[in-house]
């Protein structure tokens, strides 16, 4: 398989700062990475796809301005909450696949649990 | 819109057989897949099926049904650890899975 690392696991943070979250692949390069959003007992909801050295493509509902996606190389895209408020509190994880193949498999980083006071 | 159907919750007891069906209705499909998640964990994949048919990977099995628009989840001799969420995702586009409600699967002594 392929390894996805994410970073930060746990991130607490003041209402109304903003928190960034790393996800790399490490031994493998990806084009395209997942951003998704769990909240408790539920689903994992796309929030977005990010693209190497182009502009993410955000789902419907989802602030592009308010989440922040930069995908500056092959192994490396940042998720940034801005201006966090409690209701941004939740699990957030990406994903990637392999580069040049219909991959069937997606690869998932640790999950990043953030929570806003 | 798009929309992936699963039972919410589902009980056996250790060493039985259980299904998870998944109903799917997305503007694209490549294939079907299969995760498993522990609480406060990541997904981990199960299967995958890009073709009708039975698709079979140890104690789990996998179906597909395209016409159906179905598939299901067979998990064979339960065990405690395989208490967990289970999700299916379709593969709607390149690299782009969408997730199911998820099935939270309880296994019992």
């Known amino acids: 398989g392929a390894v996805v690392s994410q970073h930060p696991s746990r991130v607490i943070c003041k209402s109304g700062t903003s928190v960034k979250i790393e996800c790399r692949s490490l031994?493998?390069?990806?084009?395209?990475m997942f951003w998704y959003r769990q909240f408790p007992k539920q689903s994992l909801m796309l929030m977005a796809t990010?693209?190497?050295?182009?502009?993410?493509?955000?789902e419907q509902g989802v602030e592009k301005d308010k989440f922040l996606i930069n995908h500056a190389s092959l192994t490396l895209s940042t998720l940034t909450v801005t201006s966090a408020h409690p209701e941004d509190s939740s699990f957030y994880i990406c994903?990637?696949?392999?580069?040049?193949?219909?991959?069937?498999?997606?690869?998932f980083g640790q999950g990043t649990r953030l929570t806003v006071v | 819109g798009q929309s992936l159907e699963q039972p919410s919750e589902v009980t056996a007891v250790e060493g039985a057989i259980v299904q998870i069906n998944c109903t799917y209705q997305?503007?694209?499909?490549?294939?079907l897949s299969w995760y498993q998640q522990h609480d406060g964990g990541a997904p981990t994949f199960l299967s995958y099926?890009?073709?009708?048919g039975l698709e079979e990977t140890g104690r789990f099995s996998s179906f597909l049904s395209r016409s159906d628009s179905y598939g299901y989840l067979l998990l064979q001799e339960l065990q405690m650890k395989d208490s967990a969420s289970y999700f299916c995702?379709?593969?709607?586009?390149?690299?782009?899975?969408?997730f199911g409600t998820g099935t939270r699967l309880k296994v019992l002594a």
């Open positions: 994903s990637a696949s392999r580069q040049g193949v219909m991959n069937t498999e997606a690869f």
């Open positions: 031994d493998f390069q990806a084009t395209t």
């Open positions: 990010s693209n190497e050295g182009s502009k993410a493509t955000y």
């Open positions: 997305t503007s694209g499909f490549y294939g």
């Open positions: 099926n890009g073709l009708d």
């Open positions: 995702a379709v593969l709607s586009g390149t690299y782009k899975y969408i």
